[in-house]
């Protein structure tokens, strides 16, 4: 697709989506990230219907019930019937499935966190100095691919999850196609490279994320106790999801949450809000370490989600355990247009005497 072209389509689903939503489509002005707060808006979808029609196209759900019908029903698959792929609502990426994670070394894995960790300056940058350096490394490895190449494209990749249902800027648009085409040029199988993006940001977020709701009060008690970490990662993708957003197709005519949903119909599973049921967990607002995190509608297909936690939970642990004291040098900033998405652009710390 040629930029000008994909330029004019990006402007034009932008600009829909904020009509739609200043017109009461809650899941269109989502897409625009014109709020930064998600919740409220998954919220009134929630208490509208099990499951609401958009005008984006198919219907959106945030009950967790509804949810966890959706997404562990074989009826609903990532593409349509008849195994093609769905038209992309703003910009194709055509990517497979990622590839299964077998097996991983979990101390090789540990090892490359503590690297990271232990390299850090008194003054430092949650997300560009750690996480996504760290989340680029453990992803690579477990991909099979060079960790050099893989950081030195990771910023440019951070959008990849959000550009097929929410309108970038052309700019930012443009370098995620080149940065997947980096990939490529590098050898990498297509399902390789669909893991790379199902990882390296959601692992990026999830730690953000985790700084974010343990600092300044709960820090302490991650490196006190070396199991903490397991359960920060539980919760932290619970109640701050690093992928908001997962959609999947009508395999078959069905009837789910009340509604009749066609064959090749797209569903929209507000994982975020979903996460933040009352119906499903009590205080959902509030991020508790003493939490059942059991049944967390999952922010990925079959073991993306499991590795997702597990790689925040090292990156997590080996931040703890050399960096125990930890405070806020700065003002967090989060990314503009980013709802799939929900992580930091910048996170200041430093380490405290």
């Known amino acids: 697709m040629a930029d000008h072209v994909l330029g004019s389509r990006l402007q034009l689903a ?7 939503g200043i017109h009461g489509d809650h899941y269109a002005r989502l897409l625009t990230a014109i709020d930064a707060d998600p919740y409220p808006l998954a919220a009134a979808v929630r208490e509208t219907d099990g499951l ?13 019930d509804v949810a966890t019908t959706l997404l562990s ?19 194709p990426l055509d990517l497979a499935p990622p590839r299964p994670v077998a097996g991983p070394d979990r101390d090789a894995l540990a090892a490359v966190c503590a690297e990271r960790a232990a390299r850090l300056a ?27 190449p893989l950081t030195a494209v990771s910023a440019d990749l951070a959008p990849a999850l959000s550009v097929e249902l929410a309108a970038q800027q052309l700019d930012t648009a443009v370098r995620v196609r080149a940065a997947l085409a980096r990939l490529r040029e590098l050898g990498a199988a297509e399902d390789a490279v669909a893991l790379v993006v199902a990882l390296t940001e959601p692992v990026t977020a999830a730690i953000g994320n985790a700084g974010a709701a343990l600092l300044p009060d709960h820090w302490s008690g991650v490196w006190a106790e070396p199991t903490a970490a397991a359960g920060v990662a539980a919760e932290i993708l619970r109640f701050e999801a690093p992928v908001q957003i997962r959609t999947c197709v009508a395999q078959a005519d069905t009837i789910v949450g009340g509604q009749a949903i066609a064959a090749g119909e797209q569903v929209a599973v ?39 936690a597990l790689l925040t939970e090292l990156a997590i ?22 709802p799939v998405l929900r992580g930091w652009h910048a996170f200041p710390l430093a380490v405290a005497a």
Do not use: K
Request: charged share 20%; aromatic share 6%.
């Open 73 to 91: 029903d074989d009826g609903f698959g990532a593409g349509a019937p008849d195994g093609s792929d769905p038209e992309a609502v703003v910009q």
């Open 270 to 308: 507000l994982v975020g809000g979903a996460n933040r049921d009352p119906d499903a967990f009590p205080e959902p607002d509030r991020f508790r370490l003493d939490r059942e995190s059991g049944a967390a509608v999952p922010i990925g297909a079959g073991p993306a989600g499991a590795t997702v």
């Open 52 to 64: 609401v029609r958009s005008n984006v196209g198919g219907w959106v759900t945030a009950r967790h």
């Open 122 to 148: 008194p003054e430092f940058d949650l997300v560009t100095d750690y996480a996504r350096p760290c989340a680029a490394v453990l992803a690579a490895v477990l991909a099979g691919l060079p960790p050099e």
């Open 317 to 338: 642990a080996a931040l703890a355990a050399h960096h125990p004291s930890l405070g806020l040098a700065g003002t967090p900033v989060r990314p503009s247009r980013s």
């Open 14 to 20: 932008q600009g829909m989506r904020w009509v739609w």
